[in-house]
C-alpha cells in the first residue's frame, strides 16, 4: 500500500515510521527540505536506539527505512492509497493542501487529517468528493501510543470509514471511532484534568506540587497534570483548551484559566522553555526543589484534590457517552491507551460507584452554582435505575 503524509515533523515522521514498519510504502512529504532532512537524521537514532534496545535488528532498520521516500512536492503523492496531513493546526492552510492534493491523488484515495481539534466537516468540504475525507487522529510519539482515533464526517462514506478501520488496525494500532465534534474523545475528555486543576491553584488550596502529587499518589497517574502541562508546553494546551471551549459555544466546563494563559503569555512554557510551573534543566529534567516534605495540612487535601479532579472526569467521559461521541469501550480504551490514564474513566466510576459520582458533583454545584459543575443527564439516570457503565 502507498502512503502519502504531509508535514515532516515530529507527528509526520512518527506516522511514517508507523507505516513503513507495518510495510507500506511511504513518501514523505515537506516543503522545507531542511525539516525533511531533520526527520530523516531523527529517524536513524531512533532506529540505532530500537536496535541497542534489541527491538529490531539491522535488516529490519533497513527496511523501515527503505521503505520511506522524502518529497518536496505534494505532486509526488500522487499514488497514494492514503494520504495523512500532520501540519500545522490551521482550517484555511489545511483546506488549501486538501483542495491542491486532490487534484494530484486518484479518486479512491483517502484524504486523512490527523488535526486534534478541527471540523473534519470543514475539512472535507474543501474536497470536490468529501465522502472521501477523514479524521486519523495519532497520539504523540506515533510509534509508541497505541490509540488512534478515526474521525468520520457527515460526509464520510462508510467506505471510507471501514477502509480506514482497516488499515489503522493493520497497523497494530487500537482504534477509537469518534463523532465530529470538539476535542473528539480524547481532548475534550481530558480537559478537566488540568481545567480542575487548574482551578484548584487558582481558589488557593494548594500549589503545583501538591495538586501533582494527590493526582500521582492517589490516582497512579504517571504524570500530574503541571508536569503534563510542562510536558506539552503551556503555549499548545492553552490553544486546545481555547480551541475546545470556543467550539462548544463557551461551555463553562471548557473555560480557560487565566493562570495558564499568564505562563503561556510570559514564555514560561515548560520543558522546552526551561521554566512553566517548574524549573528544568539545559536537558528538560525538573529541578526537583530541595524541600518535598507535604506538611500536614497539604497531606490531608490530597484525597479533596483528587476527588474533585477525578469526578469530574468522569462526568465530562459520561457526556461523551451521554451524547453518542463514542461508545463505552472507546472512551475507556481512549484515555488509557491515548494518554495513559491508569484506568477507564467509566470503569473508574462503577469502582467508585455512580451514586458517589452524582453526590460528589452535586455537592461541588451546591457550593459553586456555576454549570460547569452540573451533573451528566447519564449518571444521574444511571443512579436512579441503579445501574453502571460496564
Known amino acids: 500500500m502507498n502512503i502519502g503524509i504531509i508535514g515532516s515533523g515530529t507527528m509526520g515522521s512518527g506516522i511514517a515510521q508507523v507505516a513503513a514498519t507495518a510495510g507500506c510504502h511511504v513518501k514523505l512529504y515537506d516543503t522545507n527540505q531542511a525539516a525533511l532532512d531533520k526527520a530523516k537524521a531523527t529517524l536513524e537514532k531512533i532506529l540505532n536506539r530500537l536496535i541497542e534496545k534489541g527491538r529490531i535488528d539491522a535488516d529490519e532498520k533497513n527496511r523501515i527505512q527503505t521503505n520511506i521516500s ?92 471501514d477502509a480506514s478501520i482497516k488499515i489503522i488496525s493493520d497497523w497494530k494500532k487500537v482504534v477509537a471511532v469518534a463523532k465530529d465534534t470538539p476535542g473528539f474523545i480524547v481532548n475534550r475528555v481530558a480537559r478537566p484534568f488540568y481545567g480542575e486543576s487548574l482551578r484548584i491553584y487558582e481558589e488557593g488550596i494548594a500549589n503545583f506540587s501538591t495538586i501533582d502529587n494527590s493526582l500521582k499518589t492517589l490516582g497512579g497517574f504517571r504524570m500530574g497534570p503541571f508536569e503534563l502541562m510542562d510536558f506539552i ?34 514564555g514560561y512554557l515548560g520543558r522546552k522553555s526551561g521554566k512553566g510551573y517548574y524549573d528544568y534543566n539545559e536537558n528538560g529534567k525538573k529541578i526537583e526543589s530541595s524541600n518535598v516534605t ?88 444511571l443512579n436512579r435505575e441503579n445501574k453502571t457503565f460496564f
Open 70 to 161: 522524502y518529497v518536496d512536492s505534494l505532486k509526488s503523492l500522487a499514488d497514494s492509497n492514503l494520504t495523512i496531513e500532520a501540519i500545522i493546526e490551521n482550517l484555511d492552510i489545511k483546506q488549501k493542501v486538501f483542495s491542491e492534493l486532490e487534484s494530484y491523488v486518484a479518486d479512491d484515495c483517502i484524504i486523512a487529517s490527523n488535526t486534534s481539534s478541527l471540523s473534519i466537516a470543514s475539512i472535507a468540504a474543501s474536497l470536490q468528493k468529501p465522502e472521501r475525507c477523514v479524521g486519523i487522529h495519532f497520539f504523540n510519539p506515533a510509534p509508541l501510543m497505541k490509540l488512534v482515533e478515526v474521525i468520520p464526517a457527515i460526509q464520510t462514506s462508510n467506505t471510507v470509514l
Open 233 to 266: 508546553g503551556n503555549d499548545v494546551n492553552y490553544t486546545v483548551t481555547e480551541t475546545v471551549f470556543t467550539a462548544f459555544y463557551y461551555d463553562p466546563r471548557y473555560k480557560p484559566a487565566f493562570t495558564q494563559k499568564r505562563f503561556a503569555e510570559a
Open 294 to 381: 507535604l506538611s500536614a495540612v497539604e497531606e490531608s487535601l490530597k484525597e479533596q484534590i483528587f476527588n474533585r479532579v477525578l469526578v469530574m472526569l468522569i462526568n465530562e467521559a459520561a457526556d461523551a457517552l451521554f451524547l453518542n461521541i463514542a461508545s463505552a469501550e472507546d472512551i475507556d480504551n481512549a484515555m488509557t491507551k491515548g494518554v495513559n490514564y491508569p484506568k477507564g474513566l467509566l470503569a473508574w466510576a462503577d469502582e467508585k460507584g455512580i451514586d458517589w459520582c452524582v453526590s460528589k458533583l452535586d455537592e461541588l454545584y451546591n457550593e459553586y452554582h456555576e454549570d460547569r459543575y452540573r451533573c451528566s443527564p447519564l449518571l444521574r439516570k
